[in-house]
């Protein structure tokens, strides 16, 4: 008999497709009622997850089967619930242990760096929306067991990120963490030092992809004019050009900034014509 209850907490982010003969106000406003919907389960995230402890007794008294519950007035109502419910449960188990694999034509960036007398390359992978998938990194003037562990260990965080495991987790377990080579970092314009490899890259990812400006050493140069944000954001909102930047170019290059690395090449003619 079971001691303890564990309670797991999810966001689910889902969708519901409905194939209508007609479109009207009447049937929009139905579609919340129709169960011939096609559900999807686009993306699970654990918020929380507490354990309670429980006493025999009560273990065993709350202890109810839904699917034997009798109802004399609605009782369809009820095992279509339950039905549902349990549809509900089986797609979110395979959400979680679903792989998302990265597409085969991606974007993402290189960083070079220098730290200390070792040059390191960090790639990156995004999907179609922008998100981190993947990274690879790179190292000079190290030995082969040293690459080979390096390349294996940015497999398994590539993995994770595939897995859905939030890049935060990744940040949190690794930055500040200390070991040679550290100290001045050259070549990255946010990062000034680094106490270990580990801690500049994942303190790069943090910043490229997650907004973290408390981990970088410089301010943002797309911050620093004095404008207002929600100019700014109102601005984005509204430029049809900015929103196809967007999908063209690389988020963790740009870090967001797209509209101060935008040029505008619309006054620009190129002649074509040959030299005769």
């Known amino acids: 008999m079971s001691k303890y209850l564990v309670e797991t907490f999810y966001t689910c982010t889902f969708k519901v497709k409905h194939f209508l003969d007609k479109i009207d106000q009447k049937e929009l406003n139905n579609l919340e009622q129709r169960d011939d919907g096609e559900f999807e389960v686009i ?3 654990i918020d929380t997850r507490k354990t309670k402890s429980l006493e025999k007794k009560q273990a065993a008294k709350n202890r109810i089967n839904i699917s034997e519950v009798k109802v004399d007035n609605g009782g369809a109502q009820v095992e279509n619930k339950s039905i549902k419910n349990s ?24 960083q070079k760096a220098t730290i200390g007398d070792h040059k390191v390359y960090l790639h990156t992978g995004e999907y179609e929306d922008g998100k981190i998938g993947e990274i690879f990194i790179d190292t000079s003037k190290e030995g082969e067991l040293v690459k080979a562990l390096m390349n294996n260990f940015a497999i398994a965080v590539s993995l994770g ?44 990812l943090a910043i490229s992809y997650l907004n973290r400006e408390d981990l970088a050493h410089t301010p943002s140069i797309g911050k620093s004019d004095g404008t207002n944000e929600n100019e700014g954001n109102s601005f984005e909102e509204n430029n049809q050009l900015i929103k196809i930047v967007k999908d063209m170019t690389s988020k963790g290059f740009v870090r967001n900034d797209y509209k101060r690395k935008l040029v505008d090449l619309s006054d ?3 002649n074509l014509k040959g030299k005769k």
């Open 161 to 204: 990120l595939q897995y859905g495991v939030p890049l935060d987790e990744f940040v949190s377990a690794y930055v500040d963490t200390k070991f040679e080579p550290s100290g001045k970092v050259y070549g990255n314009d946010r990062i000034l030092s680094a106490t270990s490899i580990l801690d500049y890259i994942f303190r790069e």
């Open 43 to 45: 993306d699970i995230k």
């Open 87 to 110: 549809n509900f449960v089986n797609k979110v188990d395979e959400v979680i242990n679903k792989r998302f694999s990265m597409p085969d034509r991606r974007k993402g960036y290189i």
């Open 268 to 270: 620009i003619r190129i």
